[in-house]
């Protein structure tokens, strides 16, 4: 069986329409499509859905969803929704947010992306190579710094909940190809991540294996990197797979990368949703 629950469109940063990626995701065989089109914030970026856009895309999704109802695959309305800290106790935007409840998405993933305080600018953590080095040297080379804030950011939205997966979980490590500003194997960035593993196996999430830097040719991994996965089998931490797909060619291409690294770190079975709020799981050998 096929699944993922991560698929963007052209109303965020991806390049195809949800019929297209619906139509794709059936030719390959899916059973389960989850549309997670980047979710408007307060501020406008580049890659996030337009205020206005929101209910054109739930319509598409809903349509595309209509157009494979009884046909062997299940289409679902979601919204990949970022955590993003501030300097008051509320987040400046988090997945539970009211004002993305107007669409009445099947499911919310979860995810992290901005880091806030450490530049004057917009600084993400999978921002342009460029942009990120940029950002490294006015911190004066700090990746603790990043790293640190990144894994705080993702326990807090773990912690204030509304969401039904965690995305890439360590998308921390996209501009780090090579080790360049962090070692990825260091005990101090392995217990930030796994501080941020047993909470979220605490609370219960489902977390993803995200092939999306794969799929892209940014990273030669899948996110999380195989220590975290351990971890994370080891907290009894439920895992999903997620294409992380922004064009039709991305959909399933490493779903084999993803379940052979879950399998490698220990992992017996994944889980699959197949209606909103209802995970069921399978064997990794029924994959
Ligand atoms: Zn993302
Ligand atoms: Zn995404």
């Known amino acids: 069986m096929r699944f993922s629950y991560h698929t963007h469109t052209q109303y965020c940063d991806g390049k195809a329409t949800a019929a297209e990626m619906a139509a794709a995701a059936a030719a390959a065989g899916y059973s389960y499509l989850g549309f997670t089109s980047h979710a408007p914030l307060p501020f406008k970026t580049s890659w996030n859905m337009a205020w206005e856009d929101m209910d054109a895309y739930a319509s598409e999704v809903r349509a595309a969803a209509a157009a494979w109802r009884g046909r062997g695959l299940a289409v679902f309305l979601g919204l990949e929704i970022d955590y993003i800290a501030s300097a008051d106790a509320a987040p400046a935007a988090w997945p539970g947010a009211a004002a993305y409840d107007r669409i009445a998405p099947d499911f919310r993933l979860g995810s992290v992306h901005f880091l806030t305080g ?8 999978d921002e342009a190579a460029s942009d990120f080095e940029r950002h490294m040297a006015g911190l004066g080379g700090d990746a603790e710094a990043v790293w640190t804030q990144y894994y705080r950011n993702l326990s807090a939205m773990v912690g204030r909940g509304g969401f039904d997966i965690l995305g890439h979980f360590d998308l921390v490590k996209k501009n780090n190809a090579g080790n360049r500003w962090f070692d990825e194997g260091g005990a101090a960035y392995l217990a930030a991540a796994y501080e941020a593993v047993d ?53 399933g291409a490493f779903q084999g990368a993803a379940i052979a690294a879950a399998a490698a770190a220990g992992y017996r079975s994944l889980w699959y949703m197949d209606a909103p709020g209802s995970w069921k799981e399978i064997g990794i050998d029924e994959l």
Request: aromatic fraction near 4%; proline fraction near 5%.
């Open 118 to 125: 450490l530049a004057d600018d917009e600084f993400t953590v």
């Open 199 to 251: 909470f979220a196996a605490e609370r219960g999430c489902v977390a993803e294996i995200n092939t999306g830097g794969l799929a892209r040719g940014k990273i030669s991994d899948v996110y999380p990197s195989a220590p975290i996965l351990r971890r994370m089998n080891q907290a009894g931490l439920r895992l999903t797979l997620g294409d992380d797909a922004h064009a039709p060619e991305h959909l």
